[in-house]
């Protein structure tokens, strides 16, 4: 079990910046990935980025350039760095933890936290 806890939402205005956080706990040393999901009024979720326990990272062609994640083992943090954000980046922000185990009848096991809004105004 993984437990998430986002923090970091807001209001901020076209261009701005904002950073948001996610502390993990619980079997974190079995993560294989994590990332952040975005979920827009009246849309369905959709993935911003995403960091493999190697480091590898990968990002919506949207975001590409402006946000920027990164993980920090010690702390046991996932962090998004959001630049030159444009309203359509508005929405409730979910951090998510994937293990790739085979137990309880499943191989994929997707963890999420409560969510956290980011609203960019005009």
């Known amino acids: 079990q993984v437990q998430l806890v986002e923090s970091g939402g807001g209001l901020v205005q076209a261009g701005g910046s904002l950073s948001l956080s996610c502390a993990a706990s619980?079997?974190?040393?079995?993560?294989?990935?994590m990332g952040w999901y975005r979920q827009a009024p009246g849309k369905q979720r959709e993935l911003v980025a995403t960091?493999?326990?190697?480091?590898?990272?990968s990002y919506a062609d949207s975001v590409k350039g402006r946000f920027t994640i990164s993980r920090d083992i010690a702390k046991n943090t996932l962090d998004l760095q959001m630049n030159s954000l444009k309203t359509e980046d508005t929405g409730v922000y979910y951090c998510?933890?994937?293990?790739?185990?085979?137990?309880?009848?499943?191989?994929?096991?997707?963890?999420w936290g409560q969510g956290t809004q980011v609203t960019v105004s005009s």
């Open positions: 998510n933890a994937v293990i790739y185990r085979w137990y309880s009848g499943s191989y994929r096991h997707d963890y």
């Open positions: 619980g079997s974190i040393a079995s993560i294989n990935i």
């Open positions: 960091i493999e326990s190697a480091g590898y990272t």
